[in-house]
């Protein structure tokens, strides 16, 4: 069965650091997301991202955060320059189509600042 | 806002008891409705759906949920749980915004399984 998958699972950074965190969506998928979940709150929603660009993105989202899909197959979320508040399981999500199909979400990357 | 509530945040039930886990959206739009499972550690898994159509959607596990649009509610049942549902789950709504889509998660609902 298909599934969306990241990499790292668990990834340890110094503030200040650009992490990049990569997921590889299922291959026949036309939107990408990215959300992330601090410990104990809710998932939040963070960007979408169709046709090589981003369609839509939230508050969360700002210019410490960039996506990029390079090569048609990863996409990948960097934060410039982490601060301890970024610490939080992130995950990717594809889908076929954007209103009626659910998205598909990967395994999560957990995201340590120290 | 748009808003997706999930009013319990934590469940606990005995083994073979049944569970309902309560979801309310607020959306004055044509809404799609989702119910997600995580458990420790792993990532977010699709329950179940409901995009239109029967109100009683059924999924996976044993799992389903009744559309209830005068309530606005999207409400989990399960008639008898075992240990292994033992997990995290998240009521979330797809909205239309702008042509766009994205989901709204609720808070979640810990429901935590006891022999």
């Known amino acids: 069965e298909p599934e969306v998958t990241q990499t790292p699972s668990h990834q340890v950074t110094q503030m200040g650091q650009e992490v990049i965190l990569r997921c590889v969506p299922i291959s026949n998928h036309l939107y990408f997301y990215w959300y992330r979940q601090i410990l104990g709150q809710k998932v939040e929603f963070l960007v979408s991202?169709?046709?090589?660009?981003?369609?839509?993105k939230s508050e969360i989202f700002d210019d410490q955060f960039s996506v990029e899909r390079p090569d048609g197959s990863n996409f990948t979320l960097k934060i410039r320059s982490t601060k301890l508040e970024d610490s939080a399981m992130y995950f990717c999500?594809?889908?076929?189509?954007?209103?009626?199909?659910?998205?598909?979400f990967g395994q999560g990357t957990r995201l340590t600042v120290v | 806002a748009q808003s997706v509530t999930q009013l319990d945040s934590q469940v606990p039930v005995f083994e073979e008891a049944p569970v309902e886990l309560r979801c309310n959206y607020s959306s004055s739009v044509s809404v799609y409705l989702f119910w997600y499972v995580q458990y420790p550690n792993q990532g977010l898994q699709l329950l179940l759906k409901y995009l239109s159509g029967s109100t009683l959607v059924k999924g996976i596990n044993g799992f389903e949920a009744e559309f209830n649009k005068s309530q606005t509610s999207f409400h989990l049942r399960k008639p008898s749980v075992h240990i292994s549902d033992t997990a995290e789950y998240f009521c979330?709504?797809?909205?239309?915004?702008?042509?766009?889509?994205?989901?709204?998660f609720g808070a979640g609902t810990r429901l935590a399984v006891h022999p």
């Open positions: 999500a594809s889908g076929i189509l954007d209103l009626n199909t659910e998205a598909f």
């Open positions: 991202f169709y046709n090589n660009e981003i369609s839509e």
């Open positions: 979330a709504a797809k909205l239309f915004s702008g042509g766009y889509n994205k989901l709204i």
